[in-house]
């Protein structure tokens, strides 16, 4: 395992779209290749640390086209990761129906590609069900204000 970094840049918290993110799939080798965690419903904007685009092109070999992580590049497999699934069925955005542990293994994921890649957007237009689980850990960080 890749041990943390300590040279990332600012997160840069600029909108992205489902489709646009798709760009990023590490088909093409001139461009970067993105993965997004948790990304934010549609609608919604909170103060909550994810719903992140990460730039993972550094790790091209696993991210890029036939690697064995590619199934996530270019789309927000949040619910895959959560599962800890490499199905293609699986690497949906919709992690709504995770169950407790899960969840925790999603937030594991989220704090591990934090520390490791930079942030280069949030995905902007996440599906519906999602949003109550974002509202709720919006509510509960700035309670622990």
Known sequence: MQPPRDDLDPPKRDPITLKELEEYDGSDPSRPIYV??????????T????????????????YGKGGSYNIFAGKDGSKALGMS?????DAVPDYS????????VLD???SFFSKRYNIVGR????????APLR???????????
């Open 36 to 45: 997004s965690i948790k990304g934010l419903p549609r609608g919604r904007l």
């Open 47 to 62: 103060t909550f640390p994810s719903g992140d685009v990460f730039d993972v092109t550094r790790k091209r070999d696993v």
């Open 85 to 89: 699934s490499l199905k293609p069925e």
């Open 97 to 104: 129906t995770l169950p407790e542990n899960e969840m925790k």
């Open 108 to 110: 594991d994921w989220h």
């Open 123 to 130: 995905v902007s237009d996440m599906p519906e069900a999602v």
């Open 135 to 145: 509202s709720a850990a919006a509510n509960t960080e700035a309670d622990s204000f």
